[in-house]
């Protein structure tokens, strides 16, 4: 093994790397927390349209426009671990502050409207700092096995996260059943309170960045604002990396943040059955997420994000069946949308490896982050007035019943197509960097 290689067997990087996986998997407690049938609860709770807890489930999207920040601050940090550990672990405990809104002395139109400044606040210190978070502790992984890293990352979170979801679930469930709702508020806000902690002091546990150019004493002048632009918005495979991960984004915010209030109105389904289907979804994923992995290692991040978009395909083509006489299908979905998950949740931020230089990593995803955000945000505004159009019509379009979930499906479907034949087309024969 070469010099360069043997590094990532020392002690301190295997370190770094557990502890890196580890605080990968408290922050997904947290957004499991803030997604799906949980924040779908809290939001009915305080009074809030199916459209518009669709959109505001959505909301954490417009947060990475804010990212293009990175643009012109990442090259002038010079020690990463400072710089993002206060604000990620700020971020991480406003999430937690969302479930003791229910019990601030104000009326609901007001609770609302902190919740949604509260809920911007924390996606925008997230996300502000997540791809400076991702570059350094991916800095201590041999870059020939990111993929696999990833994947075994990811398992860990998944893993971890069934356990989560299906005990608060089941927790929040039986307080409902004793009608002590505000309750399950109160132990959600705990939890993520002790998650919040937990990340921070993993977050603590990593060393600082390595930079293998980096000398001891000496480290490379940041990159001019000028190289920035040219090595980005002016690399065409760039291009193509972002448009592919807009489309795959309007894809997802289309139809996603939508679901939580369906399975619980129309589908009928109890929290505890809905952590159970996504348990079952994450279950799979699980077990798919080394081979996927080991796929991408072997063929590319294009190959690997292309099958998962056949999967993903497939998965909204099924949830456009999903319905009260045939409920069945929103658990197929989740499987299958959970699959598609393992090939596009890292190959999407892996890939900017594949075509940008590794010192302009943090701008290239901050730029990419911010216009996949944004188109997000704006699929889910127009996804909202859809549903609203659909719901306020009796549920049905062109004199068909039909509820608007489905139709949302049927949108997502037409542009994961359009994302496949784009990605086959301009990305499958470029070349890519190792780095």
Not at 243 to 255: E, K, P, R, S, Y
Not at 294 to 305: A, E, K, L, N, Q
Not at 403 to 409: A, E, L, T
Request: net charge positive; with cysteine; proline share 2%.
């Amino acid at each position: 093994m070469d010099k360069g290689a043997s590094v990532f067997d020392t002690r301190d990087f295997k370190i770094s790397r557990r502890a890196y996986a580890l605080e990968c998997a408290f922050e997904y407690f947290i957004a499991l927390l803030v997604a799906d049938a949980f924040i779908a609860k809290l939001l009915k709770h305080l009074g809030a349209s199916d459209a518009l807890c669709g959109v505001i489930s959505s909301f954490g999207c417009l947060a990475f426009v804010f990212q293009i920040v990175n643009v012109f601050v990442a090259g002038k940090i010079r020690n990463t671990k400072k710089f993002a550990v206060p604000i990620h672990t700020c971020a991480q405990f406003l999430f937690s502050c969302l479930y003791l809104i229910p019990f601030l002395p104000f009326d609901d139109s007001v609770r609302r409207v902190v919740f949604v400044i509260c809920i911007f606040l924390s996606y925008f210190g997230n996300y502000f700092v997540t791809a400076i978070v991702f570059k350094w502790g991916n800095s201590f992984v041999d870059p020939r096995k990111r993929g696999s890293f990833s994947s075994v990352k990811e398992m860990i979170s998944l893993i971890s996260g069934m356990v989560v979801s299906l005990s608060l679930g089941y927790a929040i469930e039986n307080l409902d059943k004793s009608g002590n709702v505000t309750y399950g508020f109160l132990l959600s806000a705990c939890c993520m309170l002790v998650f919040c902690v937990s990340d921070f002091i993993c977050l603590m546990t990593i060393r600082k960045e390595y930079v293998p150019q980096e000398n001891e004493e000496e480290k490379p002048e940041p990159p001019k604002f000028r190289d920035v632009m040219k090595n980005t918005l002016g690399n065409r495979n760039f291009i193509k990396i972002t448009v592919l991960h807009c489309l795959w984004a309007a894809a997802v915010f289309f139809t996603t943040g939508f679901l939580g209030t369906y399975k619980q109105q129309e589908l009928m389904y109890t929290m505890g059955q809905i952590q159970l289907i996504n348990i079952s979804g994450v279950l799979v994923r699980f077990f798919i997420s080394k081979p996927f992995g080991r796929f991408t290692d072997r063929h590319s991040y294009v190959r690997g994000i292309e099958l998962a978009f056949i999967i993903a395909a497939v998965a909204f083509g099924c949830n456009m069946f999903a319905s009260p006489t045939l409920q069945w299908f929103i658990i197929v979905y989740t499987v299958l949308y959970n699959i598609s998950g393992a090939g596009t949740a890292q190959n999407m931020l892996n890939i900017t490896y594949g075509y940008v230089d590794s010192r302009y990593f943090v701008q290239a995803s901050a730029i990419k982050r911010c216009m996949s955000g944004l188109t997000g945000f704006l699929a889910s505004l127009l996804s909202g007035k859809l549903l609203a159009f659909v719901q306020e019509n009796g549920n049905t379009l062109f004199g068909i019943h039909v509820y608007g979930q489905q139709v949302q499906s049927l949108v997502s479907l037409v542009i994961v197509i359009i994302a496949f034949v784009f990605s086959e087309v301009t990305l499958n024969r470029q070349k890519v960097m190792l780095q």
